[in-house]
């Protein structure tokens, strides 16, 4: 079930929403995971039975370690949901290579991947190894522990919420209008950027992949698009996932912080995707050694981190060489070029990043390191296309207002600007009486669009 779908936001949201406050607080939690497995398995009916297993296995797992105190038991754990995770999304990829290497025809099991094992296994193995590390008490009420792990608002998609951070909401929570209404806020801007801005943009990229009437200019349309789309399309649910998380009384933890003002690649991925790149430093780069032992060290775990950074996103070695790109590029930050970038003017700082972003989302977009390089090399009319030409003009005509918005939207401007003008008494009072006013638009502009059946993927469902 999708977030952007009528039938989410106008039947499952309000009655679950109605149904939660009406009933005591003690039952609450119980009224969340039946509504997380009604959202999963509408989507997902037989891979239910795996979320549920693994729920199990991790709930008993956690007892046993905390019991005792054994690393062995943390190893089959994680082990265990690795190795699950494993199966369903790399069987494939693992047997095709084979074929290649060995020159051998084995058949590919075709499993389906299941919808968000990826977020919702990275929740379980941070939660049985903080509780092997005492950073966290084992929960013994195993409903509880399935709430945390199956919570709807950010099960398909993050972002990855750790069981510190919610543990303490899981017995008790606090609700008032501010915190429901920051939430109705929160999910309803989100729901704007995924309709009115990502897929808009999609339908461009859409548009590009399957014309043959491709131009230099097109090349950079789409991947300038791309760059942006995948940013608002992720962005968009994890402000959802938040907002619902607030409606509910949970305080999920930030995800995105407007990356593309960063102003080298270190900095990017401290706000793109940060729940990801700050599970992988405090579960495989620390463990590692981090920089602790070495540059030589330092340089091995930056390229392991970023590896499995690159295959966790998908099996395919695209991924892999997106994950690659970006580890070499920070060991070089890291080495010499970072002390060089911090003399350059703030802009051209911030075009190197938006260059190296691009071409690195060109590579993860692509489904083949072919159709990857003919994308990259057509930037630079290597692919003996003409500059511009009619189809070019068409689209630049109808998505410039679009792309324009996309890359106001993704810097704080207009953030700041609200909160620059919320200084000022008068300002302030206009800006809380129109703000209802432009939720209320953004929702029934929406509403519309869903309602006119257009283009609505989520990328990051393929993770």
Known sequence: MLFTSISFLYYFLPIVIIFYFIIPKKMRNFILLISSMVFYFYGEPKYIFLMLAEILIAYIGAILIDKYKKKSLLIASVSIHIGLLCIFKYTDFIILNINQILNTNLSPLRIALPIGISFYTFQILSYVIDVYKG???????????????????????????????????????????????????????????????????????????????????????????????????????????????????????????????????????????????????????????????????????????????????????????????????????????????????????????????????????AESIGEAWKNIIGLFGANGENLINTYTKYYLRSYTVIIIAGFIGATPLLKNIILKLKKNEKANNIINLLEPLYIISILLVVTAYLVDNSYNPFLYFRF
């Open 135 to 365: 950073k966290v008490k084992v929960q013994r009420n195993i409903l509880k522990l399935a709430t945390y792990i199956s919570l709807f608002p950010q099960l398909i998609a993050g972002p990855i919420v750790r069981y510190e951070t919610i543990e303490s909401k899981l017995d008790n929570r606090n609700y008032n209008f501010e915190n429901f209404s920051y939430g109705v806020r929160r999910f309803t801007i989100g729901l704007g950027k995924k309709v009115l801005i990502a897929n808009m943009l999609g339908e461009l990229c859409k548009q590009f992949t399957g014309t043959d009437e491709k131009s230099i200019v097109l090349y950079w349309i789409f991947a300038i698009s791309y760059m942006l789309q995948i940013y608002f399309d992720f962005s968009s649910y994890s402000d959802m996932a938040i907002g619902l998380g607030r409606i509910f009384g949970f305080h999920f933890l930030e995800n995105f912080n407007y990356p593309y003002t960063s102003k080298s690649i270190t900095e990017f991925w401290r706000r793109w995707h940060i729940s990801l790149s700050s599970w992988f430093k405090d579960y495989v780069y620390i463990p590692l050694g981090g920089n602790r032992e070495g540059l030589k060290k330092q340089i091995r775990n930056i390229l392991i981190v970023w590896g499995l950074t690159g295959i966790w996103h998908g099996a395919s070695w695209n991924f892999v060489i997106w994950g690659a790109l970006f580890g070499i590029i920070l060991i070089i930050e890291k080495v010499f070029l970072g002390k060089y970038l911090e003399k350059l003017p703030t802009f051209f700082r911030r075009i190197y990043v938006l260059f190296v972003v691009m071409i690195s989302f060109i590579i993860f977009n």
